[in-house]
């Protein structure tokens, strides 16, 4: 959500993070963190009227809006790249779960929805179903834990929205 205070630019809005409420000459924003924590940095350009490229490090995303909504359906929208983003970040850490333990995934699936409140515009609810092939009986369920507990995303929506992780 956009704080009107952090309007600081007519052409350049931030989001206001604990921390960083105000954007330094050049959009440089390493002195508005008061510890020593690691940070992320990504961008977002516009494409055209309706799209946006994130750009990670060597990877870009494409997104968009439907045709419906006024957009080209060149990507996904951005909500829809939250639970990809959600869900990425738990398959990553559940493989490497795994892996570390020596138990063979396959077919691992992250089956998310969430369910979507009006004013303002977010998710009030998010749900994970996790189903895999797992050459170990009854580890699928501690697994899920253990990635559950080392993903940023599912950490960072864990205090936003009402959030489960679960086998399936």
Same mark, same amino acid.
């Given at each position: 959500? +956009?704080d009107?205070?952090?309007?600081?630019?007519? !052409?350049?809005?931030?989001i206001? *993070?604990?921390?960083? #409420?105000?954007? *330094?000459?050049?959009?440089? *924003?390493?002195? !508005?963190? =008061?510890?020593?924590?690691?940070?992320?940095?990504i961008?977002?350009d516009? @494409?055209?009227?309706s799209?946006?490229?994130?750009?990670?490090?060597?990877?870009?995303?494409? @997104?968009? &809006?439907?045709? %419906? =909504?006024?957009?080209? /359906?060149?990507?996904p @929208?951005?909500?829809?790249?939250?639970l990809m983003?959600?869900?990425?970040?738990f @398959?990553? /850490? $559940? *493989?490497?779960?795994?892996?570390?333990? /020596?138990i063979?995934? /396959?077919?691992?699936?992250?089956?998310?929805?969430?369910?979507? %409140?009006?004013?303002?515009?977010?998710?009030?609810?998010?749900?994970?179903? +996790?189903?895999?092939?797992?050459s %170990?009986p009854?580890? $699928?369920?501690? $697994? +899920? !834990?253990?990635?559950? &507990?080392g993903?940023?995303?599912?950490?960072? $929506?864990?205090?936003? +929205? #009402?959030?489960?992780?679960?086998?399936?």
């Amino acid at each position: 959500m +956009v704080d009107a205070r952090s309007l600081i630019h007519p !052409t350049k809005y931030f989001i206001n *993070l604990k921390y960083t #409420n105000h954007l *330094l000459p050049g959009g440089d *924003l390493s002195n !508005t963190r =008061k510890s020593t924590m690691p940070t992320v940095h990504i961008t977002v350009d516009q @494409m055209d009227h309706s799209s946006s490229r994130g750009q990670a490090g060597d990877h870009s995303h494409i @997104m968009d &809006r439907p045709e %419906a =909504k006024g957009g080209q /359906n060149k990507g996904p @929208m951005g909500g829809q790249t939250l639970l990809m983003g959600l869900g990425g970040c738990f @398959m990553s /850490n $559940l *493989l490497a779960a795994a892996k570390a333990r /020596n138990i063979e995934i /396959n077919n691992a699936r992250a089956k998310i929805e969430g369910e979507l %409140a009006d004013a303002p515009a977010r998710y009030t609810d998010i749900h994970m179903i +996790v189903t895999a092939q797992c050459s %170990a009986p009854g580890e $699928l369920e501690k $697994l +899920v !834990t253990i990635a559950e &507990r080392g993903c940023i995303v599912a950490n960072t $929506l864990a205090n936003a +929205v #009402n959030l489960t992780i679960k086998c399936g």
